[in-house]
């Protein structure tokens, strides 16, 4: 099982430079998350999908745009680069999003932004 | 003040020892608390469930007081294999969309 897959796996970016970290997942679930995690801050939740055509914010969504055009994939996208967007970035997905459903987690992006 | 907070450590440990994590939340309408475990530089995986009733999963034991706001993890007999981030998550909001990560415990079990 696949599971959630993130690509790539690192990233180095100049300041400026837009690009697109990808999450896939093959268990059929409707909820989808992004979120970014920065030393001693825990992880915060940038946007999140409840299912195919429905985004919403979350906690730190300036910067980044998301879309969910399949069940599958939940894509997010930098619009310009900047360094404060250097962090390591997990894509995370369950059943739904309702109270009791754990999250499955990606491996992670490591991204920097020179 | 963070809505959920915990102690960032580190725990350091002997094997066979039995050390507890705290965490406490903000959100009075939280609707479903975890505990997730993190190794170094790779994703969080979900250890367990924390109930109102408590509930244990081998050596691990979760407790939620919710007159507290107060969510709690102890671990028995410690394993030098515990040795990671246990981060406590609480989920409030409508449809419990609202998924609040603590910073996490460090915890280092020595043999």
């Known amino acids: 099982n696949a599971g959630v897959t993130q690509t790539p796996k690192f990233q180095v970016l100049k300041t400026g430079q837009s690009m697109t970290l990808q999450c896939a997942q093959d268990?059929?679930?409707?909820?989808m998350s992004w979120y970014r995690q920065d030393p001693g801050m825990g992880l915060r939740l940038i946007h999140y999908?409840?299912?195919?055509?429905?985004?919403d914010q979350g906690e730190v969504p300036n910067g980044y745009n998301v879309s969910r055009s399949t069940t599958e994939d939940f894509p997010l996208r930098l619009l310009s680069a900047a360094p404060s967007q250097t962090s390591v970035y997990f894509c995370?997905?369950?059943?739904?999003?309702?109270?009791?459903?754990?999250?499955?987690f990606g491996d992670g992006t490591r991204l920097s932004i020179l | 003040r963070k809505e959920v907070e915990q102690d960032p450590g580190p725990f350091n440990v002997p094997e066979g020892a039995t050390v507890a994590f705290n965490c406490t939340y903000s959100?009075?309408?939280?609707?479903?608390f975890f505990w997730y475990r993190q190794d170094c530089r790779k994703e969080p995986k979900l250890l367990m469930s924390?109930?109102?009733s408590g509930n244990e999963d081998g050596r691990f034991t979760a407790q939620l007081n919710r007159a507290s706001q107060y969510i709690s993890l102890l671990i028995r007999d410690s394993k030098l294999s515990d040795s990671a981030t246990y981060l406590c998550?609480?989920?409030?909001?409508?449809?419990?969309?609202?998924?609040?990560f603590g910073a996490g415990t460090r915890l280092f079990v020595k043999a």
């Open positions: 268990m059929n679930h409707e909820y």
């Open positions: 959100n009075s309408a939280s609707q479903s």
């Open positions: 924390v109930y109102s």
């Open positions: 998550v609480v989920v409030s909001g409508t449809g419990g969309f609202k998924t609040i």
């Open positions: 995370a997905s369950s059943y739904t999003g309702g109270s009791g459903q754990p999250q499955h």
């Open positions: 999908s409840v299912g195919a055509g429905i985004t």
